[in-house]
Protein backbone atom coordinates (compact mmCIF):
# COMPACT_ATOMS: atom_id res chain seq x y z
CA UNK A 1 0.00 0.00 0.00
CA UNK A 2 1.24 3.39 -0.96
CA UNK A 3 2.55 6.21 1.47
CA UNK A 4 0.04 8.15 1.00
CA UNK A 5 -2.42 5.72 3.42
CA UNK A 6 -0.15 5.61 5.67
CA UNK A 7 -2.47 7.56 7.75
CA UNK A 8 -4.90 4.48 8.08
CA UNK A 9 -2.97 2.99 10.46
CA UNK A 10 -2.63 6.08 12.94
CA UNK A 11 -4.29 5.60 16.27
CA UNK A 12 -7.33 7.17 17.27
CA UNK A 13 -7.25 8.35 21.09
CA UNK A 14 -9.13 6.55 23.36
CA UNK A 15 -12.24 8.09 24.78
CA UNK A 16 -11.90 9.75 27.78
CA UNK A 17 -12.25 7.42 31.21
CA UNK A 18 -12.18 10.09 33.63
CA UNK A 19 -15.04 11.93 31.98
CA UNK A 20 -16.82 8.17 31.60
CA UNK A 21 -16.65 7.19 35.08
CA UNK A 22 -17.65 11.29 35.82
CA UNK A 23 -20.99 10.46 33.86
CA UNK A 24 -21.15 7.17 35.37
CA UNK A 25 -21.60 7.96 38.75
CA UNK A 26 -24.01 11.50 37.59
CA UNK A 27 -26.06 8.88 36.24
CA UNK A 28 -26.14 7.24 39.93
CA UNK A 29 -27.43 10.10 41.39
CA UNK A 30 -30.41 11.11 39.26
CA UNK A 31 -33.46 10.66 40.51
CA UNK A 32 -34.25 7.17 38.98
CA UNK A 33 -33.79 3.91 39.97
CA UNK A 34 -30.22 2.80 38.68
CA UNK A 35 -30.17 1.13 35.06
CA UNK A 36 -33.94 2.59 34.64
CA UNK A 37 -33.47 4.36 31.48
CA UNK A 38 -31.34 1.44 29.62
CA UNK A 39 -29.29 2.34 26.72
CA UNK A 40 -29.98 6.02 26.86
CA UNK A 41 -27.40 6.15 30.16
CA UNK A 42 -24.61 4.61 27.97
CA UNK A 43 -24.67 6.56 25.49
CA UNK A 44 -25.07 9.51 27.50
CA UNK A 45 -21.76 8.16 29.55
CA UNK A 46 -20.71 7.23 26.01
CA UNK A 47 -20.98 10.70 24.08
CA UNK A 48 -19.28 12.21 27.55
CA UNK A 49 -16.27 10.21 26.73
CA UNK A 50 -16.00 10.85 23.50
CA UNK A 51 -15.98 14.90 24.64
CA UNK A 52 -13.80 14.44 27.57
CA UNK A 53 -16.66 15.65 29.85
CA UNK A 54 -19.44 14.73 32.49
CA UNK A 55 -22.15 16.65 30.59
CA UNK A 56 -21.63 16.19 26.58
CA UNK A 57 -23.83 17.94 24.47
CA UNK A 58 -24.76 16.59 20.78
CA UNK A 59 -25.62 19.90 18.76
CA UNK A 60 -23.51 19.68 15.69
CA UNK A 61 -23.98 17.28 13.21
CA UNK A 62 -22.55 16.15 9.65
CA UNK A 63 -24.01 14.41 7.07
CA UNK A 64 -22.35 13.15 4.07
CA UNK A 65 -23.63 10.58 1.45
CA UNK A 66 -21.34 9.26 -0.77
CA UNK A 67 -22.88 7.60 -4.14
CA UNK A 68 -20.98 5.75 -6.65
CA UNK A 69 -21.63 2.80 -9.01
CA UNK A 70 -21.12 -0.95 -9.22
CA UNK A 71 -19.57 -3.37 -12.16
CA UNK A 72 -21.05 -6.20 -10.42
CA UNK A 73 -24.60 -4.87 -10.86
CA UNK A 74 -24.06 -5.74 -15.10
CA UNK A 75 -25.44 -8.89 -13.73
CA UNK A 76 -28.55 -7.51 -12.90
CA UNK A 77 -28.83 -7.50 -8.89
CA UNK A 78 -30.92 -4.91 -8.51
CA UNK A 79 -34.53 -3.78 -9.44
CA UNK A 80 -33.01 -0.27 -10.73
CA UNK A 81 -30.62 0.26 -13.44
CA UNK A 82 -27.51 2.44 -12.72
CA UNK A 83 -28.98 5.46 -14.04
CA UNK A 84 -30.89 5.87 -10.35
CA UNK A 85 -27.51 6.72 -8.74
CA UNK A 86 -26.66 9.77 -10.24
CA UNK A 87 -30.67 10.40 -10.21
CA UNK A 88 -30.32 10.27 -6.59
CA UNK A 89 -27.28 12.12 -6.39
CA UNK A 90 -28.81 15.36 -7.86
CA UNK A 91 -32.22 15.04 -6.06
CA UNK A 92 -29.67 14.96 -2.62
CA UNK A 93 -28.52 18.17 -3.81
CA UNK A 94 -31.76 19.49 -4.60
CA UNK A 95 -33.00 18.69 -1.32
CA UNK A 96 -35.57 16.18 -1.94
CA UNK A 97 -34.58 12.88 -0.50
CA UNK A 98 -35.74 11.37 2.94
CA UNK A 99 -32.19 11.92 4.19
CA UNK A 100 -32.23 15.60 3.60
CA UNK A 101 -35.85 15.86 5.03
CA UNK A 102 -34.15 14.04 8.12
CA UNK A 103 -30.92 16.16 8.29
CA UNK A 104 -32.90 19.42 7.70
CA UNK A 105 -35.11 18.50 10.90
CA UNK A 106 -31.18 17.95 12.41
CA UNK A 107 -29.74 20.97 11.47
CA UNK A 108 -26.74 19.07 9.87
CA UNK A 109 -24.26 19.98 8.16
CA UNK A 110 -24.93 17.79 4.57
CA UNK A 111 -23.26 17.39 1.78
CA UNK A 112 -23.27 14.68 -1.32
CA UNK A 113 -19.98 13.33 -2.58
CA UNK A 114 -19.78 11.81 -6.69
CA UNK A 115 -17.30 9.19 -6.70
CA UNK A 116 -18.23 8.11 -9.74
CA UNK A 117 -21.68 7.15 -11.74
CA UNK A 118 -22.63 5.35 -14.86
CA UNK A 119 -24.58 8.08 -15.80
CA UNK A 120 -22.91 11.26 -14.89
CA UNK A 121 -24.56 13.43 -12.40
CA UNK A 122 -23.87 17.09 -13.19
CA UNK A 123 -25.85 18.88 -10.13
CA UNK A 124 -23.59 21.68 -8.96
CA UNK A 125 -24.07 21.22 -5.47
CA UNK A 126 -22.35 18.09 -5.78
CA UNK A 127 -19.20 17.60 -4.30
CA UNK A 128 -16.59 16.08 -7.03
CA UNK A 129 -14.86 12.71 -5.87
CA UNK A 130 -15.47 11.73 -9.43
CA UNK A 131 -12.63 8.32 -9.62
CA UNK A 132 -14.13 6.28 -12.42
CA UNK A 133 -17.93 5.79 -14.01
CA UNK A 134 -18.07 2.26 -11.71
CA UNK A 135 -15.72 -0.18 -10.38
CA UNK A 136 -14.64 -2.89 -12.44
CA UNK A 137 -17.06 -6.53 -11.89
CA UNK A 138 -15.35 -8.24 -9.19
CA UNK A 139 -17.07 -11.28 -10.38
CA UNK A 140 -14.95 -11.70 -13.52
CA UNK A 141 -11.89 -12.46 -11.85
CA UNK A 142 -10.79 -9.01 -11.19
CA UNK A 143 -10.48 -6.23 -8.29
CA UNK A 144 -13.10 -3.80 -8.44
CA UNK A 145 -10.49 -1.11 -7.45
CA UNK A 146 -7.40 -0.75 -8.28
CA UNK A 147 -4.57 0.11 -5.73
CA UNK A 148 -4.34 4.23 -7.09
CA UNK A 149 -8.60 3.69 -7.27
CA UNK A 150 -8.57 2.77 -3.60
CA UNK A 151 -6.37 5.50 -2.18
CA UNK A 152 -8.25 8.00 -4.65
CA UNK A 153 -12.08 6.86 -2.31
CA UNK A 154 -9.73 6.18 0.88
CA UNK A 155 -8.31 9.94 0.89
CA UNK A 156 -12.19 10.79 -0.67
CA UNK A 157 -13.74 9.93 2.89
CA UNK A 158 -11.03 11.29 4.78
CA UNK A 159 -11.56 15.02 3.70
CA UNK A 160 -14.95 14.79 4.20
CA UNK A 161 -14.14 13.95 7.64
CA UNK A 162 -15.35 16.91 9.73
CA UNK A 163 -14.69 18.68 13.52
CA UNK A 164 -18.06 18.03 14.85
CA UNK A 165 -20.55 16.23 17.50
CA UNK A 166 -21.24 13.24 15.56
CA UNK A 167 -20.28 11.98 12.20
CA UNK A 168 -23.11 10.24 9.55
CA UNK A 169 -22.52 8.66 6.29
CA UNK A 170 -24.78 7.47 4.02
CA UNK A 171 -24.26 5.51 0.81
CA UNK A 172 -26.02 5.21 -2.82
CA UNK A 173 -24.92 2.62 -5.30
CA UNK A 174 -27.09 0.18 -7.09
CA UNK A 175 -25.27 -2.74 -6.64
CA UNK A 176 -23.82 -2.58 -3.39
CA UNK A 177 -25.92 -4.62 -1.20
CA UNK A 178 -24.28 -7.21 -3.05
CA UNK A 179 -20.33 -5.44 -2.63
CA UNK A 180 -21.35 -5.20 1.34
CA UNK A 181 -22.62 -8.93 1.39
CA UNK A 182 -19.04 -10.21 -0.30
CA UNK A 183 -17.42 -7.72 2.13
CA UNK A 184 -18.68 -9.28 5.23
CA UNK A 185 -18.55 -12.97 3.65
CA UNK A 186 -14.61 -12.91 3.31
CA UNK A 187 -13.96 -10.61 6.05
CA UNK A 188 -15.89 -13.09 8.70
CA UNK A 189 -16.23 -16.34 6.95
CA UNK A 190 -19.50 -16.34 6.12
CA UNK A 191 -21.83 -18.41 3.75
CA UNK A 192 -23.08 -16.52 1.45
CA UNK A 193 -26.07 -17.47 1.32
CA UNK A 194 -26.97 -16.60 5.01
CA UNK A 195 -25.11 -12.64 4.46
CA UNK A 196 -26.86 -11.50 1.72
CA UNK A 197 -30.78 -10.21 1.11
CA UNK A 198 -32.85 -8.97 -1.29
CA UNK A 199 -31.49 -5.17 -1.60
CA UNK A 200 -33.83 -3.09 -3.08
CA UNK A 201 -36.73 -5.98 -3.40
CA UNK A 202 -35.42 -8.39 -5.71
CA UNK A 203 -37.10 -12.26 -5.97
CA UNK A 204 -35.62 -15.51 -5.86
CA UNK A 205 -34.32 -15.72 -8.95
CA UNK A 206 -32.12 -12.53 -8.75
CA UNK A 207 -31.73 -13.09 -4.88
CA UNK A 208 -30.04 -16.88 -6.16
CA UNK A 209 -27.98 -15.33 -8.72
CA UNK A 210 -26.34 -12.64 -5.82
CA UNK A 211 -25.69 -15.53 -4.40
CA UNK A 212 -24.07 -17.35 -7.05
CA UNK A 213 -21.98 -14.61 -8.42
CA UNK A 214 -20.62 -13.59 -4.83
CA UNK A 215 -19.89 -17.49 -4.05
CA UNK A 216 -18.24 -17.49 -7.54
CA UNK A 217 -15.96 -14.28 -6.77
CA UNK A 218 -15.04 -15.80 -3.04
CA UNK A 219 -13.78 -18.93 -4.99
CA UNK A 220 -11.33 -16.76 -7.60
CA UNK A 221 -9.84 -14.59 -5.55
CA UNK A 222 -9.81 -16.28 -1.94
CA UNK A 223 -6.01 -16.29 -2.15
CA UNK A 224 -5.73 -12.89 -2.37
CA UNK A 225 -7.36 -11.58 0.72
CA UNK A 226 -4.06 -11.37 2.90
CA UNK A 227 -5.69 -8.16 4.61
CA UNK A 228 -8.62 -5.96 5.39
CA UNK A 229 -7.36 -3.54 2.57
CA UNK A 230 -7.19 -6.28 0.21
CA UNK A 231 -10.86 -7.69 0.54
CA UNK A 232 -12.19 -3.66 0.16
CA UNK A 233 -10.23 -3.30 -2.97
CA UNK A 234 -11.68 -6.77 -4.49
CA UNK A 235 -15.00 -6.81 -3.72
CA UNK A 236 -16.16 -2.89 -2.65
CA UNK A 237 -17.30 0.03 -4.20
CA UNK A 238 -15.58 3.44 -3.80
CA UNK A 239 -18.54 4.87 -1.48
CA UNK A 240 -17.92 1.83 0.51
CA UNK A 241 -14.27 2.65 0.85
CA UNK A 242 -15.00 6.91 1.05
CA UNK A 243 -17.04 5.78 3.97
CA UNK A 244 -14.31 3.23 5.93
CA UNK A 245 -11.82 6.42 5.37
CA UNK A 246 -14.61 8.77 6.73
CA UNK A 247 -14.83 6.64 9.75
CA UNK A 248 -11.15 5.96 10.47
CA UNK A 249 -10.41 9.79 9.94
CA UNK A 250 -13.41 10.97 11.97
CA UNK A 251 -12.11 8.68 15.25
CA UNK A 252 -8.85 9.71 14.88
CA UNK A 253 -10.07 13.36 15.08
CA UNK A 254 -12.17 12.34 18.25
CA UNK A 255 -15.50 12.55 16.17
CA UNK A 256 -17.81 9.95 17.33
CA UNK A 257 -19.66 8.47 14.11
CA UNK A 258 -22.91 6.52 13.87
CA UNK A 259 -23.08 4.25 11.85
CA UNK A 260 -26.33 3.30 9.10
CA UNK A 261 -27.58 0.23 7.96
CA UNK A 262 -26.09 -2.46 5.99
CA UNK A 263 -23.10 -1.23 3.57
CA UNK A 264 -22.41 1.28 6.03
CA UNK A 265 -22.02 -1.31 8.70
CA UNK A 266 -19.26 -2.94 5.95
CA UNK A 267 -17.58 -0.07 5.47
CA UNK A 268 -17.46 0.17 9.53
CA UNK A 269 -16.28 -3.47 9.88
CA UNK A 270 -13.28 -2.86 7.27
CA UNK A 271 -12.60 0.32 9.07
CA UNK A 272 -12.47 -1.34 12.44
CA UNK A 273 -10.33 -4.11 10.93
CA UNK A 274 -7.60 -1.80 9.15
CA UNK A 275 -7.49 0.08 12.61
CA UNK A 276 -8.75 -1.57 15.62
CA UNK A 277 -8.04 1.67 17.60
CA UNK A 278 -11.33 3.27 15.69
CA UNK A 279 -13.79 0.88 17.20
CA UNK A 280 -15.14 2.72 20.99
CA UNK A 281 -15.93 5.40 18.67
CA UNK A 282 -18.64 4.21 16.57
CA UNK A 283 -22.09 3.70 17.11
CA UNK A 284 -24.53 1.48 16.03
CA UNK A 285 -27.56 3.17 14.57
CA UNK A 286 -30.28 0.88 13.76
CA UNK A 287 -30.38 -3.37 12.76
CA UNK A 288 -31.81 -2.54 8.79
CA UNK A 289 -34.40 -4.79 7.32
CA UNK A 290 -31.47 -6.30 4.91
CA UNK A 291 -31.35 -10.00 6.35
CA UNK A 292 -27.85 -10.43 6.62
CA UNK A 293 -27.44 -7.33 9.01
CA UNK A 294 -27.85 -9.18 12.18
CA UNK A 295 -25.43 -11.51 11.40
CA UNK A 296 -23.19 -8.97 10.61
CA UNK A 297 -23.49 -7.08 13.60
CA UNK A 298 -23.28 -10.39 15.77
CA UNK A 299 -20.17 -11.10 13.85
CA UNK A 300 -18.89 -7.42 15.00
CA UNK A 301 -20.26 -7.57 19.05
CA UNK A 302 -22.29 -4.71 18.37
CA UNK A 303 -26.16 -3.76 19.40
CA UNK A 304 -27.81 -1.11 17.37
CA UNK A 305 -29.89 1.52 19.09
CA UNK A 306 -33.21 0.99 17.15
CA UNK A 307 -35.15 -1.36 15.00
CA UNK A 308 -37.54 0.48 12.84
CA UNK A 309 -37.39 -2.20 9.96
CA UNK A 310 -35.63 0.20 7.64
CA UNK A 311 -33.65 -0.74 4.82
CA UNK A 312 -33.20 2.76 2.65
CA UNK A 313 -29.58 3.49 3.05
CA UNK A 314 -28.78 7.19 2.17
CA UNK A 315 -27.83 7.70 6.31
CA UNK A 316 -31.63 7.58 7.51
CA UNK A 317 -31.41 5.31 10.20
CA UNK A 318 -28.13 7.33 11.74
CA UNK A 319 -30.60 10.60 11.63
CA UNK A 320 -33.07 9.19 13.17
CA UNK A 321 -31.25 7.71 16.80
CA UNK A 322 -29.04 11.61 16.66
CA UNK A 323 -33.01 12.33 17.89
CA UNK A 324 -32.62 9.05 20.81
CA UNK A 325 -29.13 10.40 21.55
CA UNK A 326 -30.07 13.83 22.23
CA UNK A 327 -33.15 12.83 24.40
CA UNK A 328 -30.50 10.47 26.36
CA UNK A 329 -28.25 13.14 26.93
CA UNK A 330 -30.56 16.44 27.99
CA UNK A 331 -31.66 13.04 30.47
CA UNK A 332 -28.08 13.17 31.87
CA UNK A 333 -27.58 17.07 31.74
CA UNK A 334 -30.85 18.28 32.76
CA UNK A 335 -32.10 15.40 35.55
CA UNK A 336 -32.49 16.33 39.05
CA UNK A 337 -30.16 14.52 41.35
CA UNK A 338 -31.46 13.00 44.59
CA UNK A 339 -29.89 15.50 46.58
CA UNK A 340 -31.14 18.59 44.34
CA UNK A 341 -34.63 16.90 44.65
CA UNK A 342 -34.36 16.33 48.32
CA UNK A 343 -35.08 13.12 48.22
CA UNK A 344 -33.24 10.25 51.02
CA UNK A 345 -31.50 7.86 49.42
CA UNK A 346 -30.68 4.36 51.47
CA UNK A 347 -28.15 2.68 51.72
Known amino acids: MTDELNWLYEPAPTPDQSARNAATARQKQLIKP ?4 GRLESLAIDFAGFQGRKQPQLERLSVRVFGADHGIAAHGT ?11 LNIFCEGGAAINVLSREQNADFAAINLGCVVPAGHPGLVDEVIAPSTADFSQGIAAMTYTQLACALNAGRRQSTDSDCFIGGDMGIGNTTSAAAIFAALFDLKVADITGRGTGVGDAVLARK ?26 GFEIAALAGAFIASAQRCTPVLVDGFMATAAAAIA ?19 SGHKLALECMEVTPILSLNMRLGEGTGAVLAVSIIKQAINLHNKMFTFSEAGVPVAD
Open 78 to 88: SRFSQSVTSVM
Open 272 to 290: GAINPSVKPWLLYAHLSEE
Open 211 to 236: VELIESALEQHYAAFDSPIDILRILG
Open 34 to 37: EGAL
